[in-house]
């Protein structure tokens, strides 16, 4: 796996960024595997990077009958958070939240996470209501989340409009600073990349689906 660094960039940049190689292939399958996973989303190529990276499994199929991210992974939000209301669900979105620190550095590719904070504002009682429900439960869990009141939540985010007057007025707002968004489909990218790249065999059904892939999802161009 070719890395990417602002030094790669420069030099692509003069040759017409003509160098790059196939981040991933899609390779015949072979006649047996350890693993073989269905989807190649998010969670699925995420699974085939770790069972490499963490346990030394290989030997790993990713099957996906459309194209690489073409699902529910290409139609996230983008927003990262945690502050989930049920014990298990913090847990779960917490342990996820720290992996997006660092993730873009542990691919080696720019998944374009912005940790700046996720602000969810209440426009009426039951939002209230809630809103703080929310908070003392991933406070139990042991996950920040905060309420601010609207002048608080106006100084967190100078634009917000918090006059009485508005048709839907501000109330407050539960806020993690800890929040953020990122681009999920990039991530997708970054993990078959990074599978591939530790032998992971990442299997299109379709037999144009990289084809249909926008060139930058093939050979990236703007990676640093």
């Not at 993690?176 to 990349?193: I, L, N, P, S």
Request: net charge positive; hydrophobic share 40%; with cysteine.
């Amino acid at each position: 796996m070719r890395k990417y660094s602002v030094f790669a960039i420069a030099r692509e940049a003069m040759r017409g960024h003509k160098g790059w190689p196939e981040q991933w292939s899609s390779p015949q399958p072979k006649k047996s595997y350890d693993v073989i996973i269905v989807g190649a989303g998010g969670h699925g190529l995420g699974t085939a990077y770790y069972l490499a990276k963490e346990h030394g499994i290989t030997n790993v199929a990713v099957l996906e009958k459309g194209w690489l991210g073409g699902g529910n992974t290409g139609r996230n939000t983008t927003i990262i958070r945690s502050n989930y209301l049920y014990d298990e669900s913090a847990g779960i979105y917490d342990c996820a939240v720290k992996l997006w620190d660092g993730l873009s550095q542990d691919l080696n590719y720019n998944v374009m996470y912005s940790p700046r904070g996720v602000m969810m504002l209440a426009h009426n009682v039951h939002d209230v209501q809630v809103f703080k429900r929310h908070i003392h439960a991933n406070r139990l869990n042991g996950v920040d989340n905060e309420w601010l009141t609207p002048e608080a939540a106006k100084a967190y985010c100078p634009p917000l409009n918090i006059s009485r007057e508005a048709r839907y007025p501000v109330m407050g707002a539960a806020l993690q600073r800890r929040g953020g968004t990122a681009r999920h489909d990039a991530v997708a990218w970054g993990y078959a990349r990074a599978a591939a790249a530790r032998g992971v065999d990442i299997i299109l059904a379709a037999p144009d689906a990289v084809a249909c892939l926008p060139r930058t999802t093939r050979i990236s161009e703007t990676e640093a």
